[in-house]
């Protein structure tokens, strides 16, 4: 049973525009959210991340939105570039500091120059 | 480099032999986690590790793995009497407690002939 689910594989966006991945978990214990993001044959790199207090973090071109309500958040990349292009993953935890992240499949990204 | 370092990158081994992972933590960082990832799939938690304790091994499986993280030295991942379906890519994560984020080595990549 998948605590954090992904829905879309893929994304493909024009350079310049929107990247919006999506995100929805189903254990209401999750209190604080991340996003990475993964180049093949790398370790994820943390992206930025989000606690259940907010429901916006902003970080550059990266802003994530949390709708607690609907158990979804959503990661926003404007504008887009090619160096985007990578595996975005959503992970989340529960409410006690240092517990494990439950991760997404994962979402991936083509930025097209 | 002060990141998360994991060696070897790639680890060949036939069924039956024994696997040895290691795991050298951000400088400062106390919490160890390792998470296995599958093709075309998200990370999955195995083993938290503080120095000398192992805090949840919820994900790990019962029998041939064991985790450690000495008071000296790097952590073990040990996988005995390797199976095909231990192939996979292996990850470890570590963090300076509390809400940071877990932060990831590049992985070691595990073959089973």
């Known amino acids: 049973d998948q605590q954090v689910k992904q829905n879309s594989p893929s994304l493909s966006v024009q350079e310049g525009r929107i990247s919006i991945l999506n995100c929805d978990y189903t254990n209401s214990m999750f209190d604080y959210f991340l996003w990475y993001k993964k180049y093949p044959a790398e370790g994820p790199t943390f992206l930025i991340s989000?606690?259940?207090?907010?429901d916006k973090n902003e970080d550059g071109r990266f802003t994530v939105f949390l709708n607690k309500s609907a158990k979804h958040l959503s990661l926003h990349i404007v504008p887009s570039q090619p160096g985007d292009s990578a595996v975005y993953f959503c992970?989340?935890?529960?409410?006690?500091?240092?517990?494990?992240?439950?991760f997404g499949k994962g979402t991936r990204l083509s930025v097209i120059a | 480099n002060a990141g998360v370092m994991q060696n070897p990158r790639h680890l060949v081994r036939r069924r039956g032999q024994e696997a040895r992972l290691r795991c050298s933590p951000m400088k400062g960082h106390s919490h160890v986690y390792w998470y296995r990832q599958l093709p075309e799939e998200g990370l999955k938690f195995m083993v938290y590790?503080?120095?000398?304790?192992?805090?949840?091994e919820s994900g790990m499986p019962k029998e041939r793995f064991s985790a450690e993280f000495p008071k000296e030295g790097p952590s073990i991942l040990r996988i005995q009497q390797v199976v095909r379906g231990d192939s996979a890519a292996y990850f470890c994560?570590?963090?300076?407690?509390?809400?940071?984020?877990?932060?990831f080595g590049d992985g070691t990549r595990l073959s089973i002939l």
């Open positions: 992970a989340a935890s529960a409410s006690t500091p240092n517990t494990p992240l439950v």
């Open positions: 590790l503080q120095k000398e304790n192992i805090i949840d």
């Open positions: 989000i606690s259940s207090i907010k």
């Open positions: 994560a570590s963090s300076g407690g509390g809400y940071q984020p877990q932060h």
